[in-house]
C-alpha cells in the first residue's frame, strides 16, 4: 500500500506492507517532478494507493495520470476530510472546506494525547488547529509559511475567497477557510505563530499540549510548561487511522 500526501511544495509517500514501513520518500515540486516521482514509484510494488491533495485540479490529474501508470484506477483513493471519525468532530459547518492534511492531523493528534491540544503544521503554509480533550476540533487559523509570500500563499490558498469579510485579524480560532486566514503583518515569523500559540492557550485546559509538524517545526520553541512533541510524519498517522490500520 502507497500513501502519499501531495503538499505545497513536496509530495512525500510511505510504502507499506501490512504492518511493516518499507520506505519513505519525497519529491520535490520543481521543474521535473514528473519523472523525479515516476523513478519513486518504480522502486515500490503497491496495489493500492491513498493520498490526500490540497492542489488545483490540473495538477491532481497530472498526480492521478501518473499513479495510473502502476495502480489500477480503481485502487487509488482520496483523502477526504468528515464530520465525524475516530472520536473527532469537525468545526467546519461544511466538513470538506477542511483541509485534508488539517483533518489528518487532528485524527492523529487525538490518538497521541488525551488532554485539549494545539496542532502546528509549518510549512510552506502555517495552520493552527485547536481541539479539546473531547475530540472537538475548535477551529484555527492559517498563515503564510516563514519564507512564503503573499502572493504564493493566495497560490496554495487557490480556492479562498480573498475578498471575503472573514479575512479580518481577530483572535477568535476561524471555522472557515477565509475565518482563518491571518495575513495582516508584513511577513510571518516565529513570534506571531508563538504569540498565537500563546492566546489560545488560554481557550484550552491548563494541562493543553501542543504537537507541530512541518518541514519548519524546528522552527517553533517548546512553550515552557507545556507537554510539547514534534511529530515528523504526524499526516501520515492520521491516514492510517482514517483508514482503520491504527487502534
Request: hydrophobic share 35%; net charge negative.
Amino acid at each position: 500500500m502507497l500513501l502519499l500526501d501531495a503538499g505545497n511544495s513536496t509530495i512525500k509517500g510511505q510504502w507499506w506492507q501490512g504492518p511493516a514501513l518499507q520506505s519513505s520518500f519525497s519529491c520535490r515540486l520543481e521543474n521535473g517532478w514528473q519523472s523525479r516521482f515516476e523513478k519513486r514509484l518504480g522502486d515500490i510494488d503497491a496495489g493500492h494507493c491513498h493520498y490526500s491533495s490540497g492542489q488545483p485540479d490540473e495538477f491532481e490529474s497530472e498526480l492521478l495520470g501518473i499513479l495510473h501508470q502502476v495502480i489500477q484506477p480503481g485502487n487509488i483513493h482520496k483523502f477526504v476530510p468528515l464530520k465525524c471519525s475516530h472520536g473527532v468532530r469537525n468545526a467546519y459547518q461544511a466538513p470538506g472546506g477542511l483541509g485534508a492534511d488539517r483533518w489528518l492531523c487532528l485524527l492523529a493528534a487525538r490518538h497521541l494525547v488525551a488532554q485539549d491540544v494545539i496542532i502546528v503544521d509549518a510549512g510552506s503554509a502555517i495552520t493552527v488547529d485547536l481541539m479539546n480533550s473531547k475530540g472537538q476540533h475548535l477551529g484555527g487559523a492559517i498563515l503564510p509559511g516563514f519564507n512564503t509570500s503573499l502572493e504564493r500563499f493566495k497560490q496554495i490558498l487557490h480556492r479562498a475567497d480573498f475578498n471575503h469579510p472573514d479575512i479580518s485579524k481577530n483572535d477568535e480560532p476561524g471555522c472557515s477557510t477565509e475565518a482563518c486566514i491571518q495575513i495582516d503583518y508584513e511577513s510571518t515569523d516565529e513570534a506571531i505563530v508563538e504569540q498565537l500559540i500563546g492566546r489560545w492557550y488560554q481557550r484550552l485546559a491548563s494541562d493543553a499540549a501542543l504537537i507541530v509538524t512541518g518541514g519548519d517545526a524546528n522552527r517553533l520553541r517548546q512553550p515552557r510548561d507545556r507537554q510539547f512533541r514534534v511529530v515528523p510524519d504526524l499526516v501520515f498517522e492520521g491516514m492510517r487511522l482514517q483508514m482503520g490500520q491504527r487502534q
